[in-house]
């Protein structure tokens, strides 16, 4: 018993002299790691163009996509190579391409912004015997279903383009996307989320835009037979203004590039019978009711 006494204070010091040597071995591994990474990032570093970074500097910074690169940094390796892209941001709206344009040297041109338009304007009332869907509740899950909601061409009425919008920009209404045109910012996300196909980018040339609120190719009869405001290609809008609109696969679009004086613009929207051109913008409803 005594020699194990005598033993022990000589114990404790081996384990503190282990100890402390453990933690300078630690040390000295850690400071050789640190002088390796040094002289990595030194020799690895990749130099950023400034004008690259001037750029990536003025960009609002949503990586949202709709410039259709990865994001803002991959926009503004775009950009400094290949000036034409500098009206591509949608969030940054005229305000940046103008910063853009002073960084880069040249004239900004004017460009009218870009903004999401839903080309269907059927409501849960306009369906004419709606078939009924139990799946699970995405617009993707029920592209898959044969017959989902009557209308092969409609909005399926599920959300996934509001859900796919970092701007709050689109709400579900009776069953059809509606576009807050305060909130939107041309990013395109609501373009991709759609299964469909029903949303695109448009000019808005003007605040309030007329568009064709329809997307179905089928014939006259099988529109009629599943929705009350879908277009028939008539081609009565044709024949006001044949520059303006054309009948293409039975359905009237409309060329913005001959985009016709606002008196014959409103003749067709009032000849048309299935009331399927709206007028759509940052104009509040009453305003573009009246027009």
């Known amino acids: 018993m005594t020699n194990i006494l005598t033993l022990l204070p000589m114990l404790s010091a081996v384990n503190i002299t282990a100890v402390a040597l453990a933690g300078i071995t630690l040390l000295v591994v850690g400071f050789i790691f640190v002088i390796i990474l040094n002289i990595a990032h030194s020799r690895l570093k990749v130099e950023q163009d400034p004008t690259v970074a001037a750029l990536l500097n003025v960009l609002p910074g ?9 994001g803002c940094s991959a926009y503004a390796e775009a950009v400094a190579r290949d000036h034409s892209l500098m ?4 969030p940054g709206g005229d305000a940046v391409v103008k910063e853009i344009a002073a960084i880069l040297g040249i004239e900004a041109a004017a460009s009218a912004p870009l903004r999401a338009v839903v080309h269907c304007s059927a409501h849960q009332k306009d369906k004419i015997n709606p078939a009924r869907y139990f799946g ?11 017959g989902a909601m009557g209308c092969p061409y409609g909005c399926l009425g599920y ?7 970092r701007f709050s920009a689109i709400e579900m209404i009776d069953g ?3 576009v807050d045109y305060d ?11 759609c299964p469909r196909q029903l949303i695109e980018l448009l000019p808005m040339q003007e605040d309030a835009m007329l568009v064709i609120a329809c997307a179905s190719r089928d014939s006259a009869k099988e529109v009629r037979s599943y929705c009350q405001v879908g277009c028939v ?13 054309q009948i293409q696969q039975n359905l009237a679009v409309i060329d913005y590039d001959k985009y016709a004086p606002r008196e014959i613009r409103l003749q067709a929207q009032e000849k048309c019978p299935r009331a399927m051109m709206v007028y759509v913008g940052k104009k509040q409803p ?3 009711t009246r027009e």
């Open 176 to 178: 059809l996307a509606a």
């Open 183 to 193: 909130k939107c910012v041309g990013c395109g996300a609501c373009v991709k989320a």
């Open 136 to 146: 699970v509740q995405t617009c993707n899950e029920a592209q898959m279903v044969a």
């Open 62 to 70: 949503a990586n949202c996509g709709g410039c259709g690169l990865a």
């Open 159 to 165: 959300g996934d383009c509001r859900d796919a919008c």
């Open 233 to 245: 290609g008539c081609g009565l809008c044709a024949k006001l203004a044949p520059n303006m609109f």
């Open 87 to 90: 009206g591509k941001c949608g």
């Open 286 to 288: 009453a305003e573009l």
